[in-house]
């Protein structure tokens, strides 16, 4: 079974995204954003896309979207999904981390089993203002109307939020329902 990478991207809670998948019994392994996108293609079933300080940084990681694999992009990797399809990312109005009420507005693989709503921990430094053509919005809040988006069809999913942090109600049920899109793609 091939293992999920956990792309680093030089942010606070990378680490705590590769324990907490360990936690879970996920297979998982922590990778550096500049590593080659073949061994990304040979070596992995899924990408994570971590978190960081600034998409000027993110390394391959646009590169990783083009291999069919199944990703998740959190924070940073959310806006690298966003701008590599075609949206628009920008400053914040509200900044920094804190609590964050999010609406689910679609239940889709990545958050299926969730509530209508959900207390998180957000960073919105920068954030999605321009959904990617053809990506559906997930989730929304008061703060940022694209706190979760997704393109099924190639198995990308994107969140404004840490799942990883205990102050992000149910997070781990994010991780589990990446991990099961990964499986039924087939790629573990």
Same mark, same amino acid.
């Given at each position: 079974?091939?293992? *999920?990478? /956990? ?9 705590? =995204? $590769?324990?907490?998948?360990? +936690? ?5 392994? #922590? ?18 896309? !971590? ?15 083009? #291999?069919?694999?199944?990703?998740? !992009?959190?924070? #940073?990797?959310?806006?690298? *999904? ?15 981390? !804190?609590?964050? &009420?999010?609406? =689910?507005?679609?239940? +889709? ?14 960073? $919105? @430094?920068? &954030? /999605? /203002? ?6 559906? #919005?997930?989730?929304?809040? +008061? =703060?940022?109307? @694209? &706190?979760? =988006? ?13 799942? &990883? /942090? ?13 991990? @099961? ?8």
């Amino acid at each position: 079974m091939r293992p *999920i990478a /956990v792309v680093n991207n030089y942010g606070q809670f990378n680490h705590l =995204i $590769h324990r907490t998948l360990r +936690d879970l019994g996920i297979p998982v392994t #922590l990778v550096s954003n500049t590593t080659d996108p073949d061994d990304i293609a040979e070596r992995y079933g899924g990408i994570i896309l !971590g978190g960081g300080p600034a998409i000027e940084r993110a390394g391959n990681c646009a590169q990783y979207l083009a #291999l069919g694999l199944p990703v998740l !992009g959190i924070c #940073l990797g959310l806006h690298v *999904i966003a701008t590599a399809s075609g949206g628009r990312v920008q400053p914040g109005k509200s900044g920094g981390y !804190g609590p964050v &009420e999010v609406t =689910i507005c679609d239940h +889709d693989a990545i958050l299926a089993g969730y509530p209508g709503s959900i207390r998180v921990w957000a960073s $919105h @430094a920068d &954030e /999605v /203002v321009g959904i990617p053509p053809g990506f559906d #919005l997930l989730a929304t809040s +008061d =703060i940022c109307g @694209a &706190e979760a =988006i997704a393109l099924p069809s190639r198995n990308l999913y994107g969140i404004q939020w840490h799942p &990883e /942090v205990s102050h992000t109600e149910d997070g781990n049920r994010i991780f589990e329902n990446f991990y @099961a899109i990964v499986r039924e793609y087939g790629a573990c």
